[in-house]
């Protein structure tokens, strides 16, 4: 496989539920993100990871919890999300994090929080 | 605050020419990115503009206006396939991406 991929693709949970999301980039990259995609808003970053580390988390609800077991994986846990955390969430990956570092994306996973 | 502003939707017919407008204000700029997105799918790269200037590739070319804060995608002999979401991202000081809601094209026959 090349590129950026999640799984699953789509993912339908209760509240009380627990579930994680994968992403994996076979590009060798060394920074990879975590985004929230809303119907008709603009992305929303979620997590940042730089060499493994996190290096920004953007107030987000202990509810999402990231882990990066190495530079290539990536997951989201998530567990007691509320109807609104329904969205796309959205992988991407970078050689680094400088200005010219263009992201590449994964295809998603279409998350439905009942 | 920082902001990206897009419009919401355009239309456009197939063989003609569209330009999506991109206006931005950032906590400083270290450029600006285009981005394509079809429906159910992951965003793809499509410009980098840090210079003043228009940047062509193919049918697409990018527009940057750093003391207007403004950038354009322009999208000549539309094609169906171009149907999609464009994304216009400023890069600020920090090197972080601000992202705009996206600008969704109809391209009709």
């Known amino acids: 496989e090349t590129g950026v991929t999640q799984t699953p693709r789509h993912l339908v949970m209760g509240m009380t539920n627990k579930k994680s999301l994968k992403c994996e980039q076979h590009?060798?990259?060394?920074?990879m993100y975590w985004y929230k995609q809303s119907a008709k808003k603009p992305l929303e970053l979620m997590f940042v990871?730089?060499?493994?580390?996190?290096?920004e988390n953007n107030s987000v609800p202990s509810r999402f919890s990231p882990e990066c077991p190495n530079s290539s994986h990536l997951f989201l846990h998530l567990h007691t999300l509320q109807p609104e955390d329904s969205a796309l969430y959205l992988c991407a990956s970078s050689h680094g994090q400088g200005a010219t570092d263009t992201q590449y994306f994964g295809p998603g996973t279409r998350l439905t929080v009942l | 605050g920082q902001n990206i502003d897009q419009p919401t939707e355009m239309t456009a017919t197939e063989g003609a020419i569209v330009q999506i407008n991109c206006t931005y204000q950032t906590s400083g700029f270290n450029g600006l990115f285009w981005y394509q997105q079809h429906a159910g799918e992951a965003p793809t790269f499509l410009s980098y503009n840090v210079l003043d200037g228009l940047e062509e590739k193919g049918r697409f070319s990018s527009f940057l206006s750093r003391s207007k804060g403004y950038s354009y995608l322009l999208l000549k002999e539309l094609q169906m396939k171009d149907s999609a979401s464009y994304l216009c991202?400023?890069?600020?000081?920090?090197?972080?991406?601000?992202w705009g809601a996206g600008t969704k094209l109809i391209i009709k026959p």
């Open positions: 590009l060798g990259h060394n920074a």
């Open positions: 990871y730089s060499l493994e580390e996190r290096v």
């Open positions: 991202a400023g890069l600020d000081s920090n090197y972080q991406l601000i």
